[in-house]
């Protein structure tokens, strides 16, 4: 977040503390006051409250530049923590007049602290009613299935953020391939958890076919898990028209629904199998899940198995500090998209709105059901869960690593990539662990990791 450091953040929390001590106090000296109707005022207040956001979502940015050059940016972020910590204490009026303040001061089309401010104080006002409110489904609407893949293909695009993850996940995959070459019959096998539209695949079919011949062709079987039959047969559709672009490639798509019983694939003789864990893990909504997909992978042997994770430290049991830990990351993924795209471009709405605003407010009504809401964790934690389930780290290569810097070189817009050991703003690649895994940060803040891992027998 731009102009906004740990030191700041860290002020701020304290002031909110501070203010809810005084806050607490003077709710006992008014303890004897009479008790008039809170309910109905509360319910005035929040329809008060709705209006004000509808002004927002009208609201044009150029009534509110200048947000960071006379400190507002740090006040935004302050009402942010006062309302959450009033939503937490179910202190509604107190919530309602801060997050009524917030909307008279964000905008979809502001700079990076106004339009991710205005997603969470929509995730707090969400949190506010009551999942019958007509009002809650306007606020939480979920986004039609194209309205998703476009943004996420926006996304793709103009961010390094998808491309680093695929890119680097790759890589490892074709060096388990390129390792057992003499003894795997040219056959690799990828069982990949999230197809997610199938994005990473057709950058790995250009690299197969680059080492093959028309006489020595290379056969790629996916292995795909995805949320819907429609989204695996797009799939399917998309893989195979690509696939059929190399005539040295044979290549078979098999789609599985998330739902389904984990059953071992069939696999050929001495192929390379290599599963593929990028941002799938993180979407289990409880550790019985995890621990049978952990279970289920080692089962395979596979050579390989690529894991990729949004870098954080998020209490999924704890309001506050989830609230906390999520303003600090998406703030950081907000200020960069400045970096690719004007505040004016119609595609960055429909990626914060679409894609980012969507996680956003699923964090924040976050409840034991709701398995859209990614459990960030730091990448310590992961590599102990990895370790406990039986796995070794393997260390990235030293052309993974130079690949995912030529990567963000050639997709830096406006701020120069910079690599460890560079204190300048914009995108940058860490090499972490001894060099057992790298990660893409903006700024000060991680922001994904990649690691390798092959299986402890």
Not at 158 to 164: K, T
Not at 196 to 211: D, K, R
Not at 359 to 387: A, G, L, Q, Y
Request: glycine share 4%; proline share 3%.
């Amino acid at each position: 977040m731009e102009g906004i450091d740990e030191e700041e953040f860290l002020s701020l929390r304290l002031a909110v503390d501070t203010d809810f001590s005084r806050d607490r106090k003077r709710k006992r000296k008014r303890k004897e006051a009479p008790n008039h109707s809170d309910t109905s005022c509360d319910e005035g207040k929040i329809f008060a409250l709705l209006q004000m956001r509808e002004q927002m979502l009208k609201m044009d940015h150029k009534r509110k530049d200048g947000t960071h050059a006379d400190g507002r940016g740090l006040h935004l972020i302050h009402l942010l923590l006062i309302s959450a910590t009033s939503v937490n204490e179910n202190n509604i009026c107190t919530a309602v007049e801060n997050l009524c303040e917030l909307y008279q001061n964000v905008c979809l089309t502001g700079d990076s602290v106004q339009r991710v401010a205005a997603y969470f104080a929509d995730g707090l006002v969400a949190k506010l009613l009551t999942r019958n409110s007509p009002f809650y489904d306007m606020i939480l609407k979920i986004p039609t299935p194209d309205e998703e893949f476009l943004a996420f293909t926006q996304l793709y695009k103009v961010s390094p953020f998808y491309q680093f993850a695929h890119f680097t996940a790759n890589q490892a995959i074709l060096e388990a391939f390129e390792k057992e070459q003499n003894s795997n019959n040219r056959a690799l096998h990828v069982i990949d958890f999230d197809i997610c539209y199938g994005f990473q695949w057709p950058s790995l079919m250009q690299s197969l076919s680059e080492n093959a011949t028309n006489t020595n062709r290379v056969l790629l079987k996916i292995t795909g898990f995805g949320r819907s039959l429609e989204e695996l047969q797009e799939t399917e559709s998309r893989l195979v028209s690509f696939a059929k672009g190399f005539r040295n490639l044979v290549f078979e798509f098999h789609g599985l629904l998330r739902s389904s019983e984990l059953v071992k694939p069939k696999r050929k003789k001495n192929e390379t199998v290599a599963v593929n864990l990028v941002f799938h893990l993180n979407s289990l909504n409880s550790s019985s899940k995890m621990s049978e997909t952990l279970q289920y992978v080692y089962s395979l042997c596979p050579s390989v198995v690529v894991l990729v994770e949004q870098e954080g430290s998020r209490d999924t049991h704890k309001f506050l500090p989830r609230f906390m830990e999520s303003l600090h990351y998406f703030a950081a993924i907000f200020d960069s998209l400045d970096d690719c795209l004007p505040l004016d471009s119609a595609e960055r709405l429909s990626i914060e709105k679409n894609n980012l605003g969507k996680e956003i407010k699923c964090v924040i009504n976050h409840d034991s059901d709701n398995d859209c809401c990614p459990r960030f964790e730091k990448m310590e934690t992961w590599r102990s869960r990895m370790e406990s389930y039986g796995f070794l780290c393997i260390k990235q290569s030293s052309k993974a690593v130079m690949q995912a810097k030529l990567l963000l070189k050639i997709r830096s817009h406006c701020s120069p990539v910079k690599f460890e050991g560079e204190n300048d703003a914009g995108f940058r690649v860490s090499e972490r662990d001894e060099g057992k895994a790298i990660s893409l940060g903006w700024q000060e803040r991680f922001l994904i990791t990649a690691s390798s891992w092959c299986c402890n027998v």
